[in-house]
């Protein structure tokens, strides 16, 4: 077997001067693709290409900025309700709790489908079985109860991602955005992958497979990104074949080994720094 070889892409290279239509007029395609055979048929002749933003982590010192992060107060329960709760899974745990809270919440359900007293029927169990077995208990323990009843909220902070609707939704779990594009009655659509979720990695590996299918009867073009820690965008290097980040390929999708190790053969693979800021790129030739 012959070693892979191996290209390195410097960040001096790197420019935030690009076309700006490569994000814009996108939507998402509702398209039933079920494995990389189909990706590669519904594909073929409607100029697809693929867009991969590689992202380092925010600045901490930008975690407070609204220029970086956009922060919503969320209401959050009392430190009262909080220890309900915590004191019911305590003495019955997860299973024979969530069993036995099920159980109430059909006796009580009919009570508060007539009285429409509270918005949820968890009131209900709160004011007739959580309060009745523990709140003795809990008032006992803290002496400042004006802090124990007050209300709390919890800020989420929320990281701005500057790219056209509906591109700029992103799950942060992420260390990288493969956005799969394709013309559709001529309009642009697109499926997102990445290594996030269980789902995100399944679409990564059907669109992979299927375009490096394709890609050895016709280029699919890459254009290669970077969403540095200040949030800003910037534009690495176009591909005229497929080019894709070397992890999570397979990942959630039953694929034969021998066959995708054909798949791959020839491909052009990424592979960088996935915790620290990024500075260099190696671009793998399988």
């Not at 002749?45 to 925010?58: A, R, W």
């Not at 005229?240 to 070397?246: A, R």
Request: proline letters at 3%.
């Amino acid at each position: 077997m012959k070693p892979a070889l191996k290209n390195v892409l410097t960040r001096s290279t790197f420019t935030s001067r690009f076309d700006k239509k490569i994000f814009e007029n996108i939507s998402w395609s509702c398209g039933n693709l079920q494995n990389h055979h189909d990706v590669a048929t519904t594909l073929k002749g409607k100029n697809p290409h693929t867009i991969t933003v590689l992202n380092e982590s925010l600045k901490y010192e930008y975690r407070n900025r609204k220029e970086y992060v956009k922060k919503t107060k969320i209401p959050i329960n009392s430190k009262y309700r909080e220890l309900l709760y915590h004191y019911f899974f305590e003495e019955y745990r997860e299973n024979e709790g969530n069993e036995l809270y099920g159980q109430w919440l059909d006796k009580y359900l009919p009570l508060h489908k007539k009285e429409r007293k509270y918005e949820f029927v968890d009131e209900y169990i709160v004011k007739y079985e959580l309060e009745i077995r523990y709140k003795a208990q809990i008032l006992k323990r803290f002496k400042n109860q004006e802090n124990l009843f007050k209300k709390r909220m919890r800020i989420d902070r929320d990281r701005l991602y500057n790219l056209p609707e509906p591109l700029n939704y992103f799950d942060w779990r992420n260390p990288y955005d493969n956005i799969f594009v394709w013309e559709e009655n001529g309009q642009k659509v697109a499926r997102r992958g990445g290594s996030g979720s269980s789902g995100g990695r399944e679409t990564n590996s059907i669109f992979i497979f299927g375009l490096l299918e394709l890609n050895k009867n016709q280029n699919v073009p890459s254009y290669l990104f970077l969403y540095t820690m200040e949030n800003e965008l910037l534009f690495i290097k176009r591909f005229n074949s497929l080019c894709v980040p070397q992890y999570d390929i397979g990942a959630n999708y039953d694929l034969e080994r021998s066959e995708e190790e054909i798949l791959k053969q020839g491909g052009t693979f990424l592979r960088w720094n996935l915790l620290d800021e990024i500075k260099e790129i190696d671009i793998v030739l399988e």
